[in-house]
């Protein structure tokens, strides 16, 4: 494998391990629940596809569950072999510091040479920065930007840090919001995660932004969530207690079936007509909503999964000895809205597969591989986001 081991002396001192304290949970773009463990299900053969010598990468999201987690694995495992490499999946670890930091040193030691992960808060970033330094590992993240700058500064200044994918999550669910205004709805209950995460903080600034500007208000919240039957509850409560509410926003959630619960608590009160669903990413019954009248609006990445799968895509490149960029990537995968079933129909029939491949494998080879694309670069990579955003949409 082609790594340096370049350790820096002056970063490992400077660090503490006290930073864990206080995190809180979250991983606000519906990764599977907090796994302590550190098991992965290993895909792919041990030689690479090409007769290079193979890499791994480590994946910090489950494989299965919802079609998205799937439909992100297929792409990932497709595209990593067909660059000479193996993945592993292991879901939950984004839920709190604690697990993250348990699954970066796990991999390392299981033999990792890239690793990709959505951190649950800026603070986890500083021991990973450590250990993938010491061990001569790439890494990168998915679905997060590093709000820290002072964290910032420190994680850019690893050789082994290849950068970022993110969405613009405040503009998200101001937008949300904004769509929800349009439609004549000013009462607003949430459903997020616990204060904290860094995705969904951000998209709550942006629904209070549109609160301020449009005269709506969040009349209830509940947090962190984790399965069906808490969003039943929570749902049921929301309703009870606010008899003028108009709308349910589920902001963001780890726990499957979350957007049917809340959808089937509005329909059991016979509220179907007065109070609507708002979700940012999109549910695998979205259409479904949609005809039911329930869902009101629903914003999300053009495929969940394209996040991870572009800096994977960077990462398995360090891997083999051919980095993108001497500086760190900053990739936006932009955010688009759905509104109404026959839009929704149109996506689900796209991504609502989890065979569906972002690229042919021939595409991976001739584009995404450096070894064979040399004009391979951030520029290169901003146009293929931008062009698959516009396929999507189309």
């Given amino acids: ?62 494989d299965n569950g919802a079609t998205m987690f ?71 993240i998915a679905f997060r930007s590093i709000t820290d700058e002072e964290i910032k500064a420190l994680v850019e200044s690893s050789d082994y840090y290849i950068g970022h994918c993110f969405e613009d999550e405040e503009k998200t669910g101001y937008q949300v919001m904004s769509n929800l205004h349009n439609k004549g709805i000013s009462k607003v209950a949430i459903i997020s995660m616990a204060k904290g995460n860094n995705t969904t903080d951000l998209r709550e600034q942006g629904a209070q932004r549109a609160c301020e500007e449009f005269g709506m208000e969040i009349v209830a919240e509940a947090r962190d969530l984790t399965q069906a039957s808490d969003a039943t509850n929570a749902a049921e409560s929301f309703l009870s207690a606010y008899s003028d509410l108009d709308a349910i926003f589920v902001v963001g959630t780890t726990g499957a079936g979350i957007h049917e619960a809340v959808a089937k608590a509005i329909e059991d009160a016979g509220k179907v007509e007065s109070v609507k669903l708002a979700t940012i990413d999109f549910p695998d019954s979205m259409a479904e909503l949609f005809e039911k009248n329930i869902l009101a609006t629903s914003s999300g990445a053009p495929s969940w999964g394209y996040d991870p799968y572009m800096i994977t895509a960077a990462v398995a490149n360090a891997c083999k000895g051919n980095r993108i960029s001497d500086m760190p990537l900053e990739l936006e995968i932009p955010m688009y809205d759905i509104d109404d ?54």
């Fill in 1 to 62: 494998m082609m790594k340096k081991i370049n350790m820096k002396k002056i970063l490992a001192a400077a660090l503490t391990l006290g930073l864990l304290c206080g995190c809180l949970v979250g991983c606000g773009s519906n990764t599977a629940q907090d796994q302590e463990g550190s098991a992965g299900l290993e895909t792919g053969n041990e030689q690479g596809a090409t007769g290079e010598e193979s890499f791994k990468i480590a994946i910090g999201f489950t």
């Fill in 341 to 394: 079933a026959e839009t929704a129909a149109k996506w689900l029939e796209k991504y609502g597969n989890a065979d569906t491949l972002y690229y042919e494998e021939s595409v991976i080879k001739d584009t995404l591989d450096k070894s064979v694309n040399s004009g391979l670069d951030e520029e290169a990579m901003r146009n293929m986001i931008q062009e698959f955003v516009e396929n999507t949409a189309d």
């Fill in 70 to 140: 799937s439909l992100m694995a297929n792409n990932v495992k497709t595209m990593v072999e067909g660059m000479g490499g193996t993945v592993v999946f292991q879901g939950g670890i984004g839920a709190s510091a604690d697990a993250t930091i348990q699954f970066v040193e796990d991999q390392i030691a299981a033999g990792a040479d890239g690793i990709v992960f959505g951190p649950p808060s800026d603070s986890v970033l500083t021991t990973v920065t450590t250990m993938c330094e010491e061990a001569g590992v790439y890494w990168g």
